[in-house]
Structures are given as structure tokens and as C-alpha cells.
């Protein structure tokens, strides 16, 4: 963020639209000057980008450095009040800073990699739709022995992930926000990575279309109860020893082309109902869900 702030101020058109990739990087590193990144053209900016992004990038990206740095220069006409070399050394350093805490870091994930290999050497935790390289080893963090735990549901209340309990004499209410209880990472681990297995695995797609179109639900409300029923199937998983199979609605075991064409076809959500439900909570107070995030 400190990066684009002040990539702002140097090319109000800035390109960096998006997450900063190895060419972005590699461009404000010895280009963050609109005046120097002109000078260096169209060819030399190709080069660096293609060689930082190994070819994935090349002149349309750098065509669009350059339109940026014409029209920072075109929008403050040589303005002393402009530091562009300033700032653009700022730039630099703070490149060079974002790289030191890269390699740092690259040498935890190694470390952290070779730990969930000893404790989970057939990565059933990765097998789990939406449970990417980092999600794998925080939820096998989480649970520790899945043996602790009798039964997923007793997982799923340790997620926090539950609805509160709410009992007063014979009245038990419904509806109630969720508990919080347990391990913030785990929960905020299991509500990320049901965002896409809902969009990978049918039956999960099936329960969030349900709790969307049926129930009422917003999407952060909706995928809170994926997430919940993510963390049972990943509690099987690792009690039983046996990897995610993707499955369809009627627990066939269906390839990741073929899943995809089943909720396209059935478990899409219609753009009028997500309209309606966005709308829906304007102007009033987050959902039980969001207020317990």
C-alpha cells in the first residue's frame, strides 16, 4: 500500500490497478521517475518487464508504464513543487524494503513447509477445495489430533463457527450470531477458503445457493455456513485418513471440468437475487454474521 500511495503521486494514472507483481517491482526500481521511465522508452521497459515476469508480460504492459508517465509529465508541466527524483528514490527503497521482507519470509515458508510435511506427509488438507498452500498447514495447526474431537459437529463448534447458544427457561432462540469461540485463524482461514470451494464443489455451491435464494442470506452470511460445513468435511478428512473427493449433489464423484459445468447450470446465483441481497442491507446494521467476524 505504501508503494501504491506514493506511485499515486508520481503517475496519477497509475497503472498498478491490482496486486504488485515481479515486473511492477521491477519497473519502480530503477524507473519510478515518469521523466526517466520516458527516456528509457518503450523497448528497454519491455525487456524488464518480460524478463521479470518471465515473457508472462511484455510491450502491452510496458506501453501502458509509459502512457502513465506521459501523462504525469503532460499533467504537472515541469511543476518544481513536484519531486519527481524524490520520490521516485523513495520508491526504490521501499522495493528494496518489500524484497528484504520477501526473502525473510521465503525462509519461514520453507521452514513452516518441511513442519505440516511431518505431520501431514499425504497433505489431506490441501486435498480440500479452497484450502490452498497456506490454508493447509493453519487448519492442521488448528485441530492438532482430529481424535480430540468425536465428531465434526464438535469441530465445528470449536471453529466458532456455531450459532450462539441462547436458552432461556423453555425458549430456545434461533438465529442467534455466531460464538467466536476457538482460533480466529482457523475461522478466518475456513471462511476464505469456502469463498472458492463453493465455486469448486457442487454440494457446497448447493449450500450456499440455498442459504442465498431460500434462506435470505447476504453472500458473508451464506458462506459462513459453508465454512461451517467445510470445517466437518475437513475434520473427516483428517479423522478418517482418506483425501476430498468432489463429489455432485448426489455424492458421485465428479473431475474438476465436469463440477464446475454442474454449478454453472444449477447453482449459479441469479444476479437479481445478489443485487437484492446487497441491497437489501444498505442503510441498515451489518448482518449477525459480519458483526461477529
Avoid at 468435511?233 to 482418506?242: D, I, K, P, S
Avoid at 465428479?254 to 441481497?277: F, G, L, M, N, Y
Wanted: hydrophobic residues 45%; aromatic residues 6%.
Amino acid at each position: 500500500m505504501r508503494i501504491k500511495d506514493l506511485v499515486r503521486q508520481l503517475f496519477p494514472m497509475t497503472p498498478l490497478t491490482g496486486d504488485l507483481g515481479a515486473a511492477d517491482l521491477a519497473v519502480l526500481e530503477r524507473y519510478a521517475d515518469p521523466n526517466v521511465l520516458l527516456t528509457a522508452g518503450v523497448n528497454r521497459i519491455t525487456s524488464v518487464i518480460a524478463t521479470a515476469s518471465n515473457n508472462h508480460q511484455g510491450q502491452d504492459r510496458a506501453i501502458e508504464w509509459i502512457a502513465a508517465a506521459e501523462a504525469a509529465v503532460e499533467l504537472y508541466a515541469g511543476h518544481p513543487a513536484v519531486a519527481f527524483a524524490d520520490l521516485a528514490a523513495e520508491v526504490a527503497t521501499e522495493v528494496r524494503l518489500l524484497r528484504a521482507v520477501q526473502a525473510e519470509l521465503a525462509v519461514h515458508a520453507v521452514e513452516r513447509e518441511k513442519a505440516y510435511r511431518w505431520v501431514d506427509p499425504c497433505q489431506l488438507a490441501r486435498s480440500l477445495p479452497g484450502v490452498a498452500d497456506i490454508g493447509g498447514p493453519a487448519l492442521v495447526a488448528a485441530i492438532g489430533d482430529p481424535a480430540r474431537f468425536p465428531t465434526g459437529k464438535q469441530f465445528r463448534s470449536f471453529t466458532g463457527l456455531t450459532p450462539r447458544a441462547s436458552e432461556t427457561g423453555d425458549t430456545d432462540r434461533k438465529g442467534q450470531p455466531m460464538s467466536k469461540a476457538g482460533s480466529t485463524l482457523l475461522r478466518t482461514t475456513l471462511i476464505r477458503a469456502a469463498d472458492h470451494a463453493r465455486k469448486l464443489d457442487p454440494q457446497l455451491a448447493r449450500i450456499y445457493h440455498v442459504q442465498m435464494v431460500e434462506r435470505g442470506k447476504d453472500h458473508l452470511g451464506a458462506n459462513c455456513v459453508v465454512a461451517a460445513n467445510l470445517a466437518e468435511r475437513f475434520w473427516a478428512v483428517m479423522n478418517r485418513g482418506m483425501p476430498y473427493v468432489i463429489c455432485d449433489t448426489d455424492g458421485r464423484p465428479v473431475d474438476p471440468t465436469e463440477a464446475k459445468a454442474i454449478i454453472a447450470e444449477q447453482w449459479t446465483i441469479p444476479p437479481e437475487v445478489r443485487a437484492r441481497r446487497r441491497s437489501k442491507k444498505m442503510g441498515k446494521a451489518p448482518s449477525k454474521c459480519s458483526r461477529h467476524m
